[in-house]
């Protein structure tokens, strides 16, 4: 079982529309949980990062996390087509004091006019 | 306030080559990450250093090494090159042994052939 699972997508909606990304991972002790935007060619950016059960607002987008069920979602609203890209979920495992960061594989958002 | 950056952004080397890549972490910030980043798959952990010692590493063989300077910034070495080597190679730096946000460097492409 992979680490961190992410439906590939694409996934395709509509301008104006909210686009929901969604996220598993298998590390119950995991504490930190990000999303990263990815352009084509470019790096991740960080857009959110969420530590705690429930949701987090930040402008359009809005993360959400459930630890017992470990599942983390990312939802986009009036998305725009500069919102087309793929969105990477990362989760922080923990190992002798140290910390790295986890992917999946990423799912490709495509949002037409 | 600089960010991440990475030196050289392309290169193209031989099968059986040697490489170095070069890391300068956002201002403020004593922890790097690398990353190797294949086409269509999330990135996978390198290593991570944070005072000048490597405090995690990922499942790569030892031909990929690294060091951190005094200054923080870091340098990613992979010897005797493998066409499977051909990636994108992220620097991410972070507080205090990763376990805050990680902020990507726009990251070096480099081609094996």
């Known amino acids: 079982q992979k680490e961190v699972e992410q439906n590939s997508g694409p996934l395709s909606v509509p301008e104006g529309a909210i686009a929901s990304l969604n996220c598993t991972y298998s590390?119950?002790?995991?504490?930190?949980f990000f999303w990263y935007r990815q352009y084509s060619g470019k790096s991740p950016e960080l857009i959110m990062f969420?530590?705690?059960?429930g949701d987090k607002e930040d402008g359009r987008f809005t993360a959400q996390l459930n630890k017992a069920s470990q599942y983390v979602s990312l939802l986009i609203r009036d998305s725009q087509p500069s919102d087309s890209a793929t969105y990477l979920c990362a989760v922080n495992v923990r190992s002798g004091g140290y910390n790295k960061l986890i992917f999946g594989a990423g799912t490709r958002l495509a949002v037409h006019p | 306030d600089a960010g991440v950056t990475q030196s050289p952004t392309h290169l193209i080397k031989t099968r059986g080559q040697q490489v170095t890549l070069r890391c300068s972490p956002k201002?403020?910030?004593?922890?790097v990450s690398w990353y190797q980043q294949a086409l269509g798959q999330g990135p996978q952990f390198i290593f991570q250093?944070?005072?000048?010692?490597?405090?995690q590493r990922g499942n790569f063989p030892d031909r990929f090494s690294g060091h951190q300077f005094p200054n923080y910034s870091s340098e990613l070495n992979v010897n005797a090159l493998l066409l499977g080597d051909s990636a994108l190679y992220l620097c991410?730096?972070?507080?205090?042994?990763?376990?805050?946000?990680?902020?990507f460097g726009p990251g070096t492409r480099l081609t094996v052939t």
């Open positions: 969420i530590y705690s059960n």
């Open positions: 991410a730096s972070s507080l205090r042994g990763g376990g805050y946000e990680q902020y």
């Open positions: 250093y944070y005072e000048e010692e490597e405090r």
């Open positions: 201002s403020g910030h004593d922890t």
């Open positions: 590390d119950r002790g995991s504490q930190s």
